[in-house]
Each structure stands twice: as structure tokens, then as C-alpha cells.
């Protein structure tokens, strides 16, 4: 049996749509682009992607924070240069005891540290904490569970750049 914890996650959720409705009588119609003259090269721009949550990694840049909705398992993994609602820090498996939210904390304080270079007490940022729980009864693992550490700018604002030191 898998079940998911969900930590605390705090920010503001913003909605991204995009796409465009398509008639059945609408006739697709094909472009040329001809490349640029100047030989200067420019890196392509990444694309917003869907992934579950369960699969962050350090270095993800959410376009917002995971939902609330323990039923919604998706995010939107945006290219860390462009406006992002957070960013997640750390992946560290934990064991699952009484103290669940002592561990996770103290674990993401300390991996905010390594990944950031401050204190995640200096005031820019605010922290909060993700866990993927693979509990299974049958099996004897004792790190069943993923605490995927997640900060955000202070007040919500939105981030532009990784806070990877």
C-alpha cells in the first residue's frame, strides 16, 4: 500500500493555460521560418513540463507550489530563469516515526544551508516540505519515506534564478 503525507506547503498557486481551441472546419496552414542571419547563437528556450511531484528533484522550479489537493499529483517544472513560485532543494530519505515533522524540518534546514549557502533563517526565503510515504507493511525498509524540501521567496514573491549557491 502507498500512501502520500503531505508536509507544509505555503505560496500563492497560479494558474497557467495555454493552447488554442481548434474548429473542425479549420484548415492547418504550414509556415516557413528561415534561420537568423547573425551568426550570434542563442540557448533554446526550456519548456514548461508536467510532472509529478513525487518525482522533484533538486534544481526544480515550480511555475507553483504543489497543491494542497492530495489528489493532484501534478506540478508544472518551469526553466529556473523564468518567473517560478519555488524551487525544490532537496530529496532525503527519512524514517517514519513520531517525530515526522522534527525530521523533515531539521532535514531541509540543513540541506537549505548546503544548497543555498545561508541560513534558512536569513529571511529571504521561506522553507516548506513535501513527504512521498512508500509505507509497506511486508518489507523492511527503514527509510520508507521521501521528505522533498521546497523554498519559496518571502511573501510569496515570485523568483526569478536558481538559489542554488
Given at each position: 500500500m502507498r500512501s502520500r503525507a503531505w508536509g507544509m506547503a505555503v505560496g500563492?498557486?497560479?494558474v497557467v493555460a495555454a493552447g488554442c481551441g481548434r474548429d473542425a472546419d479549420t484548415t492547418p496552414t504550414v509556415t516557413t521560418i528561415r534561420p537568423p542571419t547573425s551568426t550570434k547563437t542563442t540557448a533554446p528556450?526550456?519548456?514548461a513540463r508536467a510532472v509529478k511531484w513525487v518525482d522533484l528533484e533538486a534544481g526544480d522550479c515550480l511555475a507553483d507550489p504543489?497543491?494542497?489537493d492530495p489528489a493532484v499529483v501534478q506540478v508544472t517544472v518551469v526553466d529556473c530563469g523564468q518567473p517560478h513560485l519555488a524551487e525544490a532543494y532537496l530529496r532525503v530519505p527519512i524514517p517514519v516515526n513520531?517525530?515526522?515533522d522534527d525530521v523533515a524540518t531539521r532535514e531541509c534546514a540543513?540541506?537549505?544551508q548546503h544548497y543555498t549557502g545561508a541560513a534558512a533563517t536569513a529571511g529571504a526565503y521561506t522553507t516548506s516540505y513535501l513527504i512521498d510515504s512508500e509505507q509497506d507493511r511486508t518489507s523492511d525498509n527503514p527509510f520508507p519515506s521521501t521528505v522533498i524540501c521546497l523554498l519559496q521567496g518571502a511573501d510569496s514573491q515570485l523568483l526569478t534564478g536558481s538559489?542554488?549557491?
Open positions: 500563492v498557486a497560479v528556450v526550456a519548456q504543489p497543491p494542497a513520531a517525530a515526522l540543513t540541506g537549505f538559489a542554488r549557491r
